[in-house]
C-alpha cells in the first residue's frame, strides 16, 4: 500500500507540470465521475472502478474512496490524454482500479476526492451489489434463511430502498447502459399462431426501476388486424415482476384484444415511449465537512476517518442533490403472428366471417299483421370471439315481404377477455301482399376454435298470417288532372240482350245461304230444260230434213203421175226451200236465195252444188209461173230435185264432220 | 176449364218473359245504387252475376271495372275494363279506366299503339257486330243469288246491269263473309289473361320444381302462347316469356 501512495504522489507532482501550461487556455466543464462496470457483482468477482476528471484544473491531490470491503487487485493505474471536439479542448485523467468484493451485500461507495485549483473535489459515490457468487451455491440456503427470517416490512423497505436507490446516478455511471437497463418496454401476445379471426391478446408493458415520466407516442396501428383495446385504469397501477431476479415496476401501456383479418405473417407494430427518467445525481457538500485538504493527500491511507463510512455520509452528512432529467426513447421488438386460414372445405354456405363460440337466437315480434304494418325479425348472436366483427345471418324472406337492412346493435362486455358480448340485428320486414307466409329458418355458422371445426345454428321457421291492409301500392301514379280517377258509372238503361251463339255458326245462317243456292240450282234446271227444248226441236228438223224432203218429193212424183203439174212443182219447191230450212236453221220465211248462198258458203259446201241447186230452184219458178209443161221435163227436174237434195246432204255431212 | 188452363199457362208465361226482360235492368240499377253508397263488393258481385248470366255489355263491364277497382281489386277491374274494350275497342271511358286501373298495377308494361292499318282494321271490324256481319253476308248473298237467276232466266233484262250488279253484290258478299269470320275469330279467340294472384311465380318449365326466372303481379295482362294442363307459356309485351298455373290468369 505505500508504494501505490508513493507513485501517486509522484503522479500528482507530475501532473502538476503537465496541466499548469494548459489550464490558462481553456474554462471548460469540470467533471469528476466515478463509474463502475458493473453494479450488480458476485463475491469473487472482479470489477472495475473509475475515477475520471475531465477538465480539471490544476489537480494537487488524490485521494481514492476507502475500499473497505472489496480488495484492491490491481491498479491505480492511470490513463490520461486529451482531444479536441467542436474546436473545444477536452482533457481527461483517468484512474482505474480493478477491485473484488469481500462480502456479500450492499455496499456505496464514497467517492473519491481530489483537489483542484485548490478547491476539494468529490466524485460520485457508488453503489454496488454483491450477490453471492454462482459458483459457491452450498451458500444459498444459509444466506437466505436469515433473510426470510425478517418481517417482511423490513424486507420490503429493504427493497423499496433498493428501488429508490437506481435513481440515483452515481458518479462515473453511464446514463445510458443504466437506462437500458433499467427501462424498458415489451409486448407479450398470448399465442404466436392462431386462425384467422381468432382473438389475439397482446399485451404493452413498460418495465421501469427509475422514476420516469412516460407518455406513449407510436401508436401501434395494427395492420391487417382489427383491434379492440381493454381499458386501462387510469392513473395506471404498477404491478410488480421479477426480470431475471430483478424486480421491475410493471405498467401496463395498452391492452388489445386483436382479430386477424387476412392470413399470412403479420407483424405487430412497435409502440414507441418517450421518456423523461429522473435521475438524481449526488454532489458532496464540501462546507459542512471542511476537511484540510492535504491531512487528506499526505495521511496514511490506510487510516480511517470514521466519517467516510458510507452509511455516515448518507444519514449524517447527506450530500446535495441535484436532479437531472433525461429524455430516453425506446420502442418495443416487433413481433411476428403466424395467421392460419380457415378451413374451406367444410365450410358452411352460411359461415360469414365469424370465429369464437356463439349461440344465436331468432324471434319475430309478431304472428299476425297487416300489410300496412311491419314485422321485426330480432336475431341475436351471442358467446365469445369476434362479435365485433359479426356479419348479420343471411335472411331469406319471401317474395312477398320487402326487407330492409338490418338494425345492429352491439352489446359487447367491457373489458371481456376473451371479447364477449352480444349483437343484435334487427331486420324489418313489410308485408306486400296478404296470405300465410313462412320466413325460412335463419342459420349461423361459426368457426369454433375449440374443436377446429365449423358448427351451424338454425332457428325454426316462422309462419306469419298476414291480413290485407287498407293502403295500396301506386306506384306509377299520374298526378295530371282528372288521370288519377275513373270515370263514373253508366247509369243509363241497356239494350238487355244476350249473347248468344254465333250467327255464324248457327245453322241459320248456312240454311240462309243454302236457300239462294237452291233457288239458283232451280233457276239453271229450269233454264236448261228449256234450252234442250228449244235445241231439240233444231236438231230434229235437221236430222230429218232429208226424209221431209224425199216425202215431198213422192208427193210430187204422184203429181207427177197424175200429171198434175203446177202442184208438182210446188210441192218439189217446197221440199227444197224446206230441207234448206231445216237443215241451215233458218226460218222458212227469212230465206232468200242470198241469204243460202252465204249459208252454204260457210258451210263450204262447193260451188258446183250451189249452182246445181240454184238451177232447180230457178226451173221450179220458170215452170210455176210458165205454162209449158212437159212430162219428160217434169220428170228431169224430179230427177234432179232427188239428185240435189242427196247432193247437198252428203255435202252438209262431210262439211260437219270436217268442222 | 181446359181454355181456362190454357189461358193461365199463356199468362204466367207471358209475365214470366217480361219479368226476366226487366230483372237485369233492375239489379243493374241495384248494383248502381249501390255503388253509389260505396259498397263496392256487393255492387261488383251484382255485376259479375249479371256477367255470368250472359249478357256483355260494354257498359256492365265498365261498371263492374269500376266496383273492383274501387274494392281494391285491381286484377278484376283491369279484366272488365280489358272485357268492355274487346267488345267496344272506342269506348273511351274504358280505355282512360284501364289505364287509371294500369297505374296500380305493378310491374305493368305498357301495351304497344296499335298503327295506323291496325287501327284500320280494328275500325272496320267494329263497323258491325259478328252477327251484324253474318246477317249483312245472308243478305248480300240473296241480292247477288237473285241477280245471277234473273241473268239466267231473263237474259234480255238489262243484261250488263244485271251482271255488273251480281258480280259488285258478290264481292261485297265475300267482304262480309270474311270479316264476319273474323270478328268471331276475334271473338272467341281467348290466348290473352289477366293475372289474378298478388304476386305470381313465372317458372322456366312447365312444373313446379323449375326455378323461378321472375314475378307477374296482379293486373298484368300477358298472352298465352302454349298450355298444358296446369301450365301455360305466357309472353309479355317486353319479350319474356315463362310458364305459370293456368289458374293464375283470367282468360279475356
Known amino acids: 500500500m505505500n508504494v501505490t501512495t508513493v507513485s501517486i504522489r509522484k ?71 486529451q482531444s479536441i471536439m467542436n474546436g473545444r479542448r477536452f482533457e481527461y485523467i483517468a484512474l482505474i482500479y480493478v477491485v473484488q468484493p469481500k462480502r456479500v451485500g450492499n455496499f456505496t461507495l464514497p467517492g473519491a476526492t481530489a483537489r483542484s485549483d485548490g478547491k476539494v473535489v468529490r466524485s460520485n459515490p457508488v453503489t454496488i451489489e454483491v450477490v453471492k457468487s454462482n459458483s459457491s451455491r452450498g451458500q444459498a440456503p444459509q444466506q437466505t434463511a436469515p ?167 448518507d444519514i449524517f452528512n447527506r450530500p446535495e442533490v441535484t436532479y437531472e432529467d433525461v429524455p430516453y426513447k425506446i420502442q418495443t421488438a416487433p413481433v411476428k403472428v403466424t395467421v392460419k386460414p380457415l378451413p374451406v372445405d367444410t365450410r358452411p354456405a352460411s359461415f360469414a366471417g365469424a370465429v369464437g363460440k356463439f349461440n344465436m337466437t331468432a324471434t319475430i315480434d309478431k304472428k299476425s299483421l297487416s300489410t300496412d304494418d311491419a314485422l321485426t325479425l330480432k336475431v341475436i348472436v351471442s358467446g365469445q ?171 210430187a212424183a204422184r203429181y207427177l203421175k197424175e200429171g198434175k203439174d203446177k202442184a208438182f212443182y210446188e210441192e218439189t219447191s217446197r221440199a227444197i226451200w224446206g230441207y234448206l230450212s231445216n237443215k241451215l236453221h233458218v226460218p222458212f220465211a227469212d230465206l232468200s236465195k242470198q241469204l243460202i248462198q252465204d249459208k252454204l258458203a260457210q258451210q263450204q259446201v262447193s260451188e258446183q252444188y250451189t249452182a246445181k241447186l240454184f238451177d232447180l230452184l230457178d226451173d221450179c219458178e220458170m215452170a210455176l209461173y210458165t205454162p209449158m209443161h212437159n212430162n219428160d221435163r217434169m220428170q228431169g227436174t224430179y230427177q234432179q230435185a232427188v239428185e240435189v237434195i242427196s247432193q247437198l246432204e252428203e255435202e252438209l255431212q262431210r262439211a260437219k264432220s270436217v268442222v | 176449364m181446359k181454355k181456362i188452363f190454357t189461358a193461365i199457362c199463356a199468362f204466367l208465361l207471358l209475365y214470366h218473359i217480361a219479368g226476366a226482360a226487366s230483372a237485369p235492368q233492375q239489379e243493374f240499377e241495384k248494383a248502381n245504387g249501390l255503388f253509389r253508397q260505396k259498397q263496392y263488393t256487393e255492387a261488383a258481385n251484382i255485376y259479375q252475376q249479371l256477367i255470368d248470366q250472359g249478357f256483355s255489355q260494354p257498359e256492365l263491364y265498365l261498371n263492374a271495372g269500376n266496383a273492383w277497382y274501387k274494392a281494391n281489386k285491381t286484377g278484376l277491374a283491369v279484366f272488365n275494363y280489358e272485357k268492355a274494350l274487346s267488345a267496344d275497342p272506342f269506348n273511351k271511358s274504358a280505355a282512360h279506366n284501364l289505364t287509371v286501373a294500369n297505374q296500380r298495377v305493378e310491374g305493368y308494361v305498357n301495351d304497344l299503339p296499335l298503327l295506323f292499318f291496325q287501327q284500320w282494321w280494328l275500325h272496320v271490324l267494329h263497323f258491325h257486330s259478328p252477327d251484324g256481319w253474318a246477317t249483312g253476308a245472308i243478305l248480300l248473298f240473296w241480292l247477288s243469288i237473285t241477280g245471277i237467276v234473273v241473268l239466267l232466266l231473263i237474259p234480255a233484262f238489262k243484261p250488263v246491269l244485271m251482271r255488273w250488279g251480281a258480280g259488285v253484290l258478290a264481292a261485297c258478299f265475300l267482304f262480309y263473309m270474311i270479316m264476319g269470320i273474323s270478328a268471331y275469330m276475334t271473338a272467341n279467340t281467348h290466348d290473352q289473361g289477366i293475372i289474378m294472384g298478388t304476386a305470381v311465380k313465372v317458372k322456366a318449365a312447365p312444373d313446379n320444381e323449375s326455378k323461378d326466372m321472375f314475378e307477374l303481379h296482379e293486373g298484368v295482362k300477358v298472352q298465352v302462347t302454349d298450355a298444358t294442363q296446369e301450365f301455360c307459356k305466357i309472353s309479355l309485351p317486353d319479350g319474356k316469356t315463362g310458364w305459370l298455373a293456368c289458374a293464375e290468369i283470367k282468360r279475356l
Not at chain 1, 507532482?13 to 471548460?28: M, V
Not at chain 1, 490544476?58 to 493505474?77: C, K
Not at chain 1, 381468432?198 to 413498460?206: F, I, R
Not at chain 1, 420516469?212 to 395506471?236: H, Q, R, Y
Request: charged share 25%.
Open chain 1, 385 to 555: 370471439g369476434n362479435v365485433n366483427l359479426l356479419n348479420g345471418p343471411k335472411v331469406d324472406v319471401p317474395a312477398g315481404f320487402e326487407k330492409y337492412d338490418p338494425k345492429v346493435t352491439d352489446n359487447i362486455e367491457k373489458n371481456s377477455n376473451p371479447l364477449s358480448g352480444s349483437r343484435q340485428f334487427e331486420y324489418v320486414l313489410m308485408p306486400q301482399e296478404a296470405g300465410d307466409q313462412t320466413i325460412p329458418p335463419v342459420e349461423f355458422s361459426y368457426f369454433d376454435i375449440a374443436s377446429n371445426s365449423y358448427k351451424t345454428i338454425r332457428s325454426e321457421a316462422f309462419s306469419v298470417h298476414v291480413t290485407a291492409g287498407k293502403q295500396t301500392k301506386r306506384e306509377k301514379e299520374d298526378f295530371s288532372v282528372n288521370r288519377n280517377t275513373i270515370t263514373s258509372n253508366y247509369n243509363g238503361v241497356l239494350n238487355w240482350v244476350k249473347q248468344g251463339s254465333f250467327l255464324l255458326v248457327s245453322p241459320l245462317f248456312y240454311i240462309l245461304l243454302l236457300l239462294p243456292l237452291l233457288a239458283l240450282v232451280a233457276a239453271l234446271i229450269y233454264r236448261r230444260k228449256r234450252n234442250y227444248q228449244q235445241n231439240n226441236a233444231a236438231f230434229l228438223k235437221y236430222r230429218y230434213a232429208n226424209k221431209v224432203a224425199l216425202k215431198r218429193l213422192e208427193l
Open chain 1, 11 to 81: 503522479f500528482v507532482l507530475s501532473l502538476f507540470f503537465c496541466l499548469g501550461a494548459i489550464t490558462c487556455l481553456q474554462a471548460q466543464e469540470f467533471r469528476f465521475t466515478t463509474s463502475v462496470s458493473s453494479n450488480k457483482v458476485a463475491v469473487d468477482e472482479p470489477f472495475q472502478i473509475q475515477f475520471m476528471l475531465e477538465n480539471a484544473p490544476n489537480v494537487t491531490s488524490f485521494t481514492p474512496p476507502a475500499f473497505n470491503d472489496f480488495e484492491i487487485l490491481q491498479g491505480p493505474s492511470q490513463m490520461q490524454g
Open chain 1, 147 to 313: 433473510q426470510q427470517g425478517y418481517p417482511q416490512s423490513r424486507a420490503q423497505r429493504q427493497q423499496q430502498q433498493q428501488d429508490e436507490m437506481e435513481g440515483v446516478l452515481r458518479n462515473g455511471e453511464d446514463v445510458n447502459a443504466k437506462l437500458k437497463k433499467n427501462i424498458f418496454v415489451k409486448v407479450d401476445v398470448d399465442k404466436t399462431s392462431l386462425y384467422e379471426g381468432e382473438q389475439l391478446t397482446a399485451t404493452y408493458k413498460l418495465y421501469t426501476r427509475l422514476p420516469t415520466n412516460s407518455s406513449v407516442t407510436k401508436v401501434p396501428a395494427f395492420k391487417g388486424f382489427s383491434a379492440k383495446d381493454i381499458e386501462l385504469p387510469n392513473p395506471p397501477q404498477a404491478t410488480e415482476e421479477v426480470v431475471n431476479g430483478v424486480r421491475f415496476r410493471v405498467f401496463t401501456i395498452r391492452k388489445t384484444l386483436l382479430f386477424p383479418l387476412q392470413s399470412g405473417t403479420l407483424e405487430l407494430d412497435p409502440v414507441e415511449v418517450d421518456n423523461h427518467v429522473r435521475l438524481v445525481k449526488l454532489v458532496k457538500n464540501n462546507n459542512k465537512r471542511a476537511r484540510d485538504p492535504f491531512a487528506d493527500l499526505f495521511n496514511d491511507p490506510s487510516f480511517k476517518d470514521p466519517f467516510d463510512d458510507p452509511f455516515f455520509d
